[in-house]
């Protein structure tokens, strides 16, 4: 299975690169630790909001999102189960909040997968830094497995909470 998603991860980020280098835009730039509470608030929300019919794991699957990646782990935290929707991958341009490209699973105890949040990734195609409420992207960054592109990535933790913060790449609280 690990071979099968990391090739439509590939094949999705290859498609997305390739149709959406023409519509490459500047995107705003901030330093890190630049963003208002308000905004991140707000923009908090309306993820969490655009994310809550995909609570379960078959809905996000029928909606277009396919498993990428196994349970995530590392001696900083979790991020769980990656799925990505292949037609939510853009480049460049203002960022939707309400249009995540990944959305985080985890396990809930009973043999299930909780919505744990959200990530953004974009790949890397020369693009400003990426931002989402005053918040930059990571990266640009090699891929994490064969096949991924360079990219941008942002973890929104929406449905629980992180001790290293909201935008963190890992979550203490999360794990396998």
Same mark, same amino acid.
């Given at each position: ?6 090739? $439509?991860?590939?094949?999705? !980020? ?6 959406? $280098? ?18 991140? *608030?707000?923009? @908090? ?8 019919? &995909? ?10 999102? +396919?498993? @990428? ?11 769980? &189960? ?7 991958? *853009?480049?460049? #341009? !203002? ?5 995540? *490209? +990944? ?5 809930? #105890? /009973? ?5 744990? #949040? ?14 989402? $409420? ?7 960054? $090699?891929? /994490? ?6 990219? &941008?990535?942002? /973890? ?8 290293? #913060? ?11």
């Amino acid at each position: 299975m690990k071979t099968m998603t990391r090739a $439509a991860l590939a094949t999705a !980020t290859t498609l997305a690169a390739i149709s959406g $280098a023409a519509l490459m835009a500047p995107a705003a730039q901030a330093e890190p630790g630049t963003h208002d509470r308000a905004a991140t *608030t707000s923009t @908090v929300a309306q993820i969490r909001q655009a994310i809550r019919p &995909y609570q379960d794991v078959t809905a996000a699957v029928s909606a277009g999102y +396919i498993p @990428v990646s196994d349970c995530e782990m590392s001696d900083q935290g979790g991020m769980g &189960y990656h799925y990505l929707n292949p037609s939510l991958v *853009t480049v460049g #341009g !203002t960022v939707d909040p309400t249009k995540p *490209t +990944i959305l985080l699973y985890g396990p809930d #105890g /009973h043999g299930g997968l909780e919505l744990l #949040g959200a990530e953004f990734f974009q790949p890397d195609l020369g693009q400003p830094r990426p931002e989402l $409420a005053g918040e930059p992207f990571n990266g640009p960054m $090699a891929g /994490h497995s064969e096949g991924m592109p360079t990219h &941008y990535d942002l /973890h929104v933790w929406t449905n629980v909470a992180n001790p290293a #913060g909201v935008f963190s790449s890992w979550n203490p609280a999360v794990t396998c």
